[in-house]
């Protein structure tokens, strides 16, 4: 099934009835301020499990990001944030990036397998937003990525759900999406180190 709802304005049913999907266990896919992306509650193992069966990934060997809708619910997932680190984080978001921070105890156990530190994201994106905040926890985030040499990223939801219909209970259609990933930057050290450079502009970390 595929819903369309609209980028600033998001339509309420058609969230209602993604958050019931992902409230059941359930997969969807739905857009980004970057590329559209698998998601799924974070408190869901058997969510967690269907995406990495997606993504041809071990579960053990994942690195998924968690999506949140403020800073605040951010920091409830992460501990040990500088004050310095907490200058960037906040100057950077919402927008196209994704923090690799310790992880907190409220982090899922089968999310963050052995490691000791998740990634995080707050998109600028009214319908990624609007999900976690009815939803009232963040969501496990993956991106969707293309089996085309040339196209890293699909960017048509129709396309999307023309390859996933049968695999995923819901798309959310939010317009043509990005293609180009979000900037990653590990923040677990003194120093800000950028692991991958997309969309966001790191001028101003740097």
Do not use: W
């Amino acid at each position: 099934m595929i819903l369309e709802v609209h980028p600033d304005n998001p339509n309420a049913r058609n969230i209602a009835k993604a958050i019931d999907v992902l409230k059941r266990g359930g997969v969807i896919i739905y857009p980004t301020d970057t590329v559209y992306a698998f998601a799924c509650d974070i408190n869901s193992k058997k969510g967690y499990e269907k995406i990495c069966q997606l993504r041809g990934l071990k579960p053990e060997k994942a690195n998924f990001s968690l999506i949140c809708n403020d800073i605040s619910q951010l920091s409830d997932y992460a501990k040990q944030i500088s004050t310095p680190t907490f200058r960037v984080i906040k100057s950077c978001l919402p927008g196209p990036f994704t923090f690799i921070l310790n992880a907190s105890n409220l982090v899922p156990k089968f999310f963050k397998s052995k490691k000791k530190t998740v990634g995080i994201r707050i998109p600028d994106n009214n319908i990624a937003l609007q999900l976690v905040e009815m939803l009232g926890n963040p969501i496990m985030s993956a991106s969707l990525k293309d089996e085309d040499e040339l196209l890293e990223y699909t960017t048509d939801p129709y396309s999307i759900h023309e390859r996933y219909e049968y695999q995923v209970e819901l798309v959310l259609d939010g317009g043509f999406g990005n293609n180009s990933p979000s900037t990653v930057l590990d923040c677990t050290g003194d120093e800000p180190e950028l692991l991958r450079q997309g969309l966001g502009d790191v001028s101003s970390v740097f």
